[in-house]
């Protein structure tokens, strides 16, 4: 009998459990997304104005970037693996079916040659009658005929155990190349992580760099106030009204996410760069790729990459009053969509400092303390 591959897949995976394949290919789906947002933000990135900010950010993007292209390696890894497992247990099965048919077709051809062939004139003579003997010469015949059976069943899963093993190999090969491949992605990783880390290092040696990197937030912050302000202007049937009043929901806010406070509202020294800044909003820490929620009815009026910001999405609510969401993981509402509060507006998305959300509150395009606005304060 053939000894096939399958009877090493102990050894080759032993402790490793099967993932499923639907969900490996889910989360496939998903790295490919990544890929694309973060692809799309570089792409945003080249019509910006050179700058420390433009920098930090591309490179920072390209870590991103790498980071994927590792998860996506360790899945398609992780994918190959649960495949040379499949393959293993339908090698166990069929291996199985065979030894059993030959064990059984072993038996057959014993009590057949116990018996000896039906015509054989001895063994009528042994019979009382005529009848017998044809009764004994139609069990030989139907014990050839299942004797044919089972060789021909043998030869089928024979066959199909080799293609098992040609499939096999093929796997194994791939494997070999994933894992050559997610150790050469994750080198890379690591040289974009030393990058980055290097030059946010430099840049706190560096007073011009800092000055100037103030100078852009500043610059940053003058412009998304005319952004809002230009929000306000708008024939009065597209102006968005909400049910309930923006106003009266202060001090009953939800959360737009789970985490704890980065940065509070106001004036900050930043710890790496050493600049003065002033935070219009809330920075939040929370998970990579957590769900953001609308804290309020609101009608999506911008939803797109800005400068710094990144993907950004702001909400109308009407009689002057909007939410900032900013520093998302790519966009996932368009503009015109309506959201009812908890629904939706993105996911947290990564910065230089780890998984931010940003979270404004303005009115006329000035800056409230979202703190004083929520009914569970973040911490």
Same mark, same amino acid.
């Given at each position: ?12 995976? &032993? ?8 969900? &490996? ?66 090698? $166990? ?20 040659? /116990? ?8 063994? #009528? !003579?042994?019979?009382?009658? &005529? @009848? ?8 030989? /015949? ?40 997610? $150790? ?100 939040? !820490? ?17 939803? @797109?990459? #800005?400068?710094? #910001?990144?993907?950004?999405?702001? &909400? ?30 993105? $996911?947290?998305?990564?910065?230089? @400092? ?23 304060? #973040?911490?």
């Amino acid at each position: 009998m053939r000894r096939g591959l399958g009877l090493l897949l102990p050894v080759i995976l &032993l402790g490793q459990s099967a993932q499923d394949p639907a969900a &490996l290919r889910q989360k496939l789906a998903t790295i490919q997304g990544r890929l694309g947002q973060v692809d799309q933000q570089l792409a945003a990135l080249k019509k910006r104005r050179k700058g420390v900010l433009v920098e930090i950010q591309g490179i920072s993007l390209q870590r991103d970037r790498a980071r994927a292209q590792v998860d996506g390696a360790r899945l398609r890894r992780d994918q190959a693996q649960s495949e040379v497992q499949v393959i293993g247990r339908e090698q $166990a099965r069929i291996q199985g079916e065979v030894l059993k048919l030959q064990g059984d077709l072993r038996k057959q051809v014993r009590w057949m040659q /116990a018996l000896g062939p039906w015509g054989d004139v001895g063994l #009528y !003579a042994s019979f009382k009658d &005529l @009848d017998a003997w044809l009764v004994r010469g139609r069990m030989l /015949a139907w014990a050839r005929l299942q004797e044919r059976k089972r060789l021909e069943q043998i030869h089928r899963l024979q066959g199909d155990l080799a293609s098992k093993e040609k499939a096999l190999k093929e796997v194994l090969a791939r494997l070999a190349n994933e894992e050559k491949e997610a $150790a050469q992605l994750q080198a890379a990783l690591r040289l974009q992580e030393e990058r980055l880390n290097g030059f946010l290092e430099g840049l706190q040696k560096d007073e011009a760099a800092q000055k100037q990197v103030q100078a852009e937030l500043a610059e940053e912050a003058v412009q998304l106030e005319r952004l809002l302000a230009g929000l306000l202007v708008k024939p009065k049937g597209e102006v968005f009204e909400a049910a309930v009043g923006f106003a009266t929901l202060h001090g009953s806010l939800p959360q737009p996410v789970e985490g704890t406070l980065a940065q509070g509202f106001g004036e900050h020294l930043h710890p790496r760069f050493h600049t003065k800044t002033v935070q219009s909003g809330l920075l939040i !820490a929370a998970s990579s790729g957590a769900t953001v929620a609308a804290v309020a009815d609101g009608k999506v009026v911008y939803a @797109d990459y #800005y400068q710094s #910001y990144g993907p950004m999405v702001i &909400l109308e609510h009407g009689s002057g009053w909007f939410t900032l969401y900013t520093h998302l993981l790519g966009l996932q509402v368009a503009k015109g969509q309506v959201l009812k509060a908890g629904e939706t507006v993105g $996911a947290v998305g990564d910065t230089v @400092d780890g998984p931010r959300l940003g979270f404004e509150i303005r009115h006329q395009a000035q800056p409230q303390d979202p703190q004083k606005w929520l009914k569970k304060k #973040y911490r």
